[in-house]
């Protein structure tokens, strides 16, 4: 495992980290029945092969933004017996719920209890954008930041951001931050705070977690031929994640990624790249090749749809997330959906009543609505 110093801090965080958002389901899916034995194991076999960053949230495992999830208390449990000295914990005050100064203490001693700590190593402010930072600044929110801070409960403070560029940068100047995790990987270098503003915050000093750098997988696995084809022409054979992870790593301003593994393969497989990724470490021919699979791509994506389900749970019932995933496929792999047989009438995008929820929580700022409608056209 490699590391790399994490910015003003001057913690050396694993350049791979484990996020615990999308850990293993038991077989009936419901998103708050964590394969417990199974996500136990992988994550102590990212620990023991040098991994000592662990990303989860308060909503993370749970069914909806509103609620408190499973993956905190998860986590608790799969940290004892030696494993929580080896890691440092990162999560999130979920900054939709805030409203007062008031809140943001309840929330983070919540968590502390959930995790069952009495100081959380990285503490992010959630999903920072336009309609919740205004709240925060009201809220006093670099008050409670800095008290917290003072009086122990959190070691180091961050945020997570999806929005825009400028507010990106207005955020960063508002607050003497440790830290901020951003979307980024080699289709969304123009996307959110981007490459520009990736740099920006470097050179303030701030550590810099990427999230989504697989895009939900979408980098992984099932690439359209002629994307597979581009990096099968590489010297060196790599696999597709392979390429995804080494080519953010290749960014010096990149102090650690995550990955929401939740298979055993993956998680060997991650180790094995993060052992040897360097910082400026892809050559010329290399760093092309990535360009021209971006390239297809681009040409191929109709909804900017990661699948994090941030806009879940819809109130009619439409299965958004897997609509888009559908749309998707149907356009980028040429294949035949299985979105009839798969989904209820409820959950199909016919069932949508234009409420407008979903976009409000929405992180890749999709207007899901007017989306939901093309899905219907193709599908239905």
């Not at 790599?238 to 953010?248: E, Y």
């Not at 010329?284 to 900017?304: G, H, S």
């Not at 792999?333 to 016919?350: D, H, R």
Request: hydrophobic share 35%; net charge negative.
């Amino acid at each position: 495992m490699l590391y790399r110093k994490f910015g003003k801090t001057n913690e050396k965080v694993s350049i791979l980290g484990f996020g615990c958002m999308r850990l293993p389901l038991m077989p009936e899916g419901d998103p708050s029945q964590i394969d417990k034995d199974e996500a136990t194991k992988l994550i102590h076999r990212a620990i023991d092969g040098g991994v000592n960053y662990i990303d989860t949230a308060y909503p993370y495992h749970g069914n909806g933004m509103e609620d408190s999830g499973q993956s905190e208390p998860f986590l608790a449990k799969v940290l004892k017996s030696g494993y929580r000295e080896k890691v440092n914990i990162a999560t999130k005050l979920p900054s939709w719920l805030i409203k007062t100064r008031e809140d943001m203490d309840k929330y983070l001693n919540d968590q502390l209890k959930r995790l069952e700590v009495d100081q959380i190593d990285f503490y992010l402010v959630h999903a920072v954008d336009s309609q919740v930072w205004p709240i925060l600044k009201e809220a006093r929110v670099d008050e409670f930041l800095d008290q917290a801070i003072r009086d122990g409960r959190i070691k180091y403070a961050g945020f997570s951001f999806h929005d825009k560029l400028d507010l990106f940068k207005e955020i960063v100047d508002y607050y003497d931050w440790s830290f901020c995790q951003i979307q980024y990987n080699y289709l969304d270098e123009e996307f959110q705070a981007g490459k520009e503003g990736l740099e920006y915050a470097a050179k303030k000093g701030l550590g810099i977690t990427i999230m989504e750098p697989l895009r939900g997988g979408k980098l992984a696995v099932n690439l359209p031929e002629d994307v597979q084809n581009i990096f099968d022409s590489a010297e060196d054979k790599r696999t597709p994640a392979d390429w995804a992870l080494r080519w953010i790593w290749n960014h010096p301003e990149v102090s650690v990624v995550l990955s929401g593994m939740n298979t055993m393969d993956q998680v060997e497989e991650n180790l094995v790249t993060a052992g040897d990724s360097k910082e400026k470490s892809l050559t010329e021919d290399e760093v092309n090749i990535v360009n021209k699979a971006k390239a297809i791509f681009k040409e191929k994506i109709k909804v900017n749809c990661t699948g994090c389900g941030y806009c879940m749970p819809c109130p009619s019932g439409v299965e958004i997330p897997f609509c888009f995933t559908m749309y998707n496929n149907h356009h980028m792999f040429g294949e035949e959906t299985l979105y009839n047989e798969l989904l209820v009438p409820k959950q199909k995008a016919s069932n949508c009543v234009e409420c407008g929820k979903c976009e409000k929580h929405c992180p890749q700022g999709i207007k899901i609505r007017e989306e939901l409608k093309k899905v219907k056209s193709i599908f239905e």
